[in-house]
């Protein structure tokens, strides 16, 4: 009982956390006070947001479960947003790879601890600074693009879970050795075919 109770109370109060968070932008939006600054960042991560969020997808739901027009527009809204964040944050992956040969040309040709950028005033950061900024544009394409490839028809999925299994396990749920994103299906026209793994296989 103390459970529901505790998950009523919180659905209820993120109506009034929200209106709250509208009303008052200035106590977490002003960044030159480091108040404001850590009230964003623990907002963020809180029980009040989320509920907020998902109080905001429970009334959405049941509204487009009640009225079929507004799920659809819903549905057209997400998808463009989806859309647009994926073909912006894309690029992310051609600046890795270009990023990656620069850091492996300043490494093995040069011989340099450090790379210079900019004109007028250089951009001065260690080569382990740039590296360790290849974890972001990798975590950019996989959680902002991943929704506009499955928006787009494409077959997103993560390996990890089957890298542990054994081959016998692998080869039955037909996981191969690599991740397939971007896979859509099997071509038509060439007979029942399936895809197993990343590669299309006649259906025995």
């Not at 404001?36 to 487009?64: D, H, W």
């Not at 542990?164 to 038509?188: K, L």
């Amino acid at each position: 009982m103390d459970s529901i109770a505790w998950l009523v109370s919180n659905f209820f109060q993120s109506f009034l956390n929200l209106a709250y968070a509208v009303t008052n932008l200035e106590l977490w939006l002003d960044w030159s006070d480091k108040k404001a600054i850590m009230r964003f960042v623990y907002y963020g991560g809180s029980i009040e947001f989320f509920f907020v969020v998902f109080t905001t997808f429970i009334l959405l739901f049941f509204a487009g479960a009640l009225y079929r027009p507004f799920m659809w527009r819903m549905v057209v809204f997400f998808e463009g947003i989806a859309n647009t964040i994926g073909r912006a944050f894309a690029w992310a992956g051609l600046i890795m790879v270009i990023q990656q040969v620069l850091i492996v040309i300043m490494q093995r040709i040069f011989t340099r601890p450090d790379i210079v950028l900019g004109l007028g005033i250089p951009i001065n950061f260690d080569i382990s600074w740039y590296a360790e900024e290849l974890k972001l544009y990798n975590a950019l394409v996989i959680t902002l693009c991943a929704t506009y490839t499955f928006v787009q028809g494409g077959h997103v999925r993560v390996g990890l879970p089957a890298r542990q299994s054994m081959p016998t396990t692998r080869r039955r749920s037909g996981a191969g050795p690599r991740d397939c994103i971007g896979r859509g299906p099997c071509p038509r026209g060439t007979g029942p075919r399936v895809r197993r793994g990343c590669m299309c296989q006649p259906l025995l």
